[in-house]
T-cell receptor, first 117, second 115 residues
Framework: DTAVSQTPKYLVTQMGNDKSIKCEQN?????MYWYKQDSKKFLKIMFS???????INETVPNRFSPKSPDKAHLNLHINSLELGDSAVYFC????????????????FGDGTRLSIL | AQSVAQPEDQVNVAEGNPLTVKCTYS??????LFWYVQYPNRGLQFLLK??????LVKGSYGFEAEFNKSQTSFHLKKPSALVSDSALYFC?????????????FGRGTQLTVWP
């Protein structure tokens, strides 16, 4: 009965490859997020979707493309992987009450550890 | 500009002693404030939040935090630390009028509790 689940947990691949990470939440939340945590544990938001609509798109290379088929799923596809993409990627979700009114905590998955060889 | 500062990369305390993990913030409006904890190889877990009202908020695992508007601080506290509290702690802030869901995180403070 995991609330936010990500697959795979570990991803080891070579530079230049294309890979996808999947995320699913069973909390009934309408907002989902992707974060990148670097080797120094710094968390940086990448994208946010509300009811399948992109609402936050930080300065992320366009090799990264999120896709939300429905409000319970948010996937992340990465093209032409680079060494600097090595990090832990976290998916999160929250229940938000409308634009500008949002005090609910975010629920995080356990991360996908991406290593580029 | 919104920002969160956690001035200490590491905090070390002995088991049974009180602990404090510091956080200061900067937002253009009134903040929602959060603390999260991250254990090794796990995602962030919500501990507590300040929305409005009483400046002292209580959360999970015996943690509490004090909101101080004049000092723009939201320090995390626990009266008696446990070895199992050892983890990475993140403070986060959201401007009430900000884009939906946009949280700003501090850089994290590694708490180590010695037996």
């Amino acid at each position: 009965d995991t609330a936010v689940s990500q697959t795979p947990k570990y991803l080891v691949t070579q530079m230049g490859n294309d890979k996808s990470i999947k995320c699913e939440q069973n909390l009934g939340h309408d907002t989902m997020y992707w974060y990148k945590q670097d080797s120094k544990k710094f968390l940086k938001i990448m994208f946010s979707y509300n009811n399948k609509e992109l609402i936050i798109n930080e300065t992320v290379p366009n090799r990264f493309s999120p896709k939300s088929p429905d409000k319970a799923h948010l996937n992340l596809h990465i093209n032409s992987l680079e060494l600097g993409d090595s990090a832990v990627y976290f998916c999160a979700s929250s229940q938000d009450e409308g634009l500008g009114v949002s005090n609910q905590p975010q629920h995080f998955g356990d991360g996908t550890r991406l290593s580029i060889l | 500009a919104q920002s969160v500062a956690q001035p200490e990369d590491q905090v070390n305390v002995a088991e049974g002693n009180p602990l404090t993990v510091k956080c200061t913030y900067s937002v253009s409006g009134n903040p929602y404030l959060f603390w999260y904890v991250q254990y090794p190889n796990r995602g962030l877990q919500f501990l507590l939040k300040y929305i409005t009202g009483d400046n002292l908020v209580k959360g999970s695992y015996g943690f509490e935090a004090e909101f101080n508007k004049s000092q723009t601080s939201f320090h995390l506290k626990k009266p008696s630390a446990l070895v199992s509290d050892s983890a990475l702690y993140f403070c986060a802030v959201r401007d009430r009028g900000s884009t939906l869901g946009r949280l700003y995180f501090g850089r994290g403070t590694q708490l180590t509790v010695w037996p």
